[in-house]
């Protein structure tokens, strides 16, 4: 069977060579006659694979030694509660920009256990922009600003982060964790569920500055404590053995196929590149957000018609794209062009796209 070029959001695309790898070790891991789905995570063999993984994400990210690399479960949504439970811990206060359903929903959690206000949105909008903050928005005693870096159902991204002076930056990292180099100093906290560029679903990452561990709420439960993990090398309990196995696998492939993050970052830039300038001289599809704000990794866009859009995500999946039905908030496509998705699968949409449009003027 021909594999099928995979535009969801989420889980999505891992690079072929990388499902090659995990197949051939299935039954075998390097000699040791087990899967490492059936592995002891206490066992050496596992620690390596874990102590592997977070030596590759520190040396292709480039995260500072004062920085803790976690590997959590529970998603990105668990983490909604955690940053608050753990951060909001001094003067109870910390502060939102809404910019999509998922920073929305942190924000909403974080108002259960404390201050958290939205200072900025562009829900006015439909979230089809990043809005403007500078530092004297922000409370100076917020103890930490919360952004979502790429928002993955709007498809924008913060091209400049925002100025929040002393005041801890936690972003979600959820969509375009090593999708291009970033520099990790500038954060208190960051997070990303792997399913959407790392692994499969299952590992939660959270890459947190070493003196914002320790100080969380007293009604925190003990899984969900950063230092509960900090302290046990991510080993406390039973770690998502499995994906985290994967997200190595993927790690390895940036560093030894991609060749870092820099490469990365070029090979996004081409494939969104090719849809967004196809998207600019379309009369069909237009892209729903402002040029200046969008996405290398989630391209949404529409015809205008229900009905059009409709028939496009029908056929393009008879033709081998899947997964292209934009999110039930913004309506028409949604193209997720992640690290795994080759150049060939952009190709073959725009040509897909280019047809349509001419058998449908
Ligand atoms: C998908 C996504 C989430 C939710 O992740 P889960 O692992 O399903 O909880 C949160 N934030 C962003 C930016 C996402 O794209």
Excluded at 109 to 128: I, L
Excluded at 264 to 279: Q, S
Aim: include cysteine; aromatic fraction near 10%.
């Amino acid at each position: 069977m021909a594999r099928v070029y995979n535009f969801s959001a989420g889980p999505s695309m891992l690079p072929e060579s990388v499902l090659k790898k995990a197949a051939a070790e299935m039954l075998d891991y390097e000699g040791s006659g087990q899967s490492v789905m059936e592995m002891s995570h206490r066992s050496k063999t596992y620690d390596k694979i874990i102590k592997d993984a977070e030596a590759l994400l520190r040396e292709i990210m480039n995260i500072p030694d004062n920085y803790k690399v976690l590997f959590l479960q529970g998603g990105g949504s668990t983490q909604f509660a955690m940053v608050a439970l753990n951060l909001m811990n001094k003067n109870h206060k910390a502060d939102y920009i809404v910019t999509g359903q998922w920073a929305k929903k942190a924000l909403q959690e974080a108002q259960r256990y404390g201050d958290a206000v939205a200072v900025a949105s562009s829900a006015d909008k439909t979230f089809t922009y990043i809005p403007k903050t500078d530092k004297s928005m922000f409370r100076e005693d917020a103890d930490y600003v919360y952004i979502c870096l790429n928002n993955t159902i709007y498809g924008t991204v913060y091209h400049e982060l925002p100025d929040t002076g002393d005041i801890p930056l936690v972003a979600d990292i959820s969509s375009c964790i090593v999708s291009e180099p970033l520099d990790v100093s500038k954060f208190g906290l960051l997070f990303a569920g792997a399913q959407k560029n790392m692994s499969g679903a299952g590992v939660t990452i959270v890459i947190i500055r070493e003196d914002l561990i320790g100080n969380a709420m007293d009604i925190t439960p003990t899984m969900l404590n950063y230092k509960t993990h900090a302290d046990a090398n991510s080993l406390y309990n039973t770690p998502p053995c499995y994906a985290i196995y994967v997200a190595k696998l993927v790690l390895e492939w940036i560093k030894n196929e991609v060749g870092g993050l820099e490469n990365m970052k070029a090979r996004n830039e081409k494939k969104a590149k090719l849809l967004y300038d196809f998207l600019d001289s379309s009369e069909m599809f237009k892209g729903t957000v402002v040029p200046e704000d969008r996405s290398l990794m989630n391209v949404p866009f529409v015809t205008g018609d229900k009905d059009l859009d409709a028939k496009f995500v029908k056929e393009s999946t008879e033709a081998g794209l899947v997964n292209l039905k934009g999110h039930r908030t913004v309506g028409g496509m949604r193209a997720s062009i992640y690290n795994a998705m080759p150049y060939e699968g952009v190709v073959a949409l725009v040509d897909f796209m280019k047809k349509f449009e001419a058998e449908n003027k």
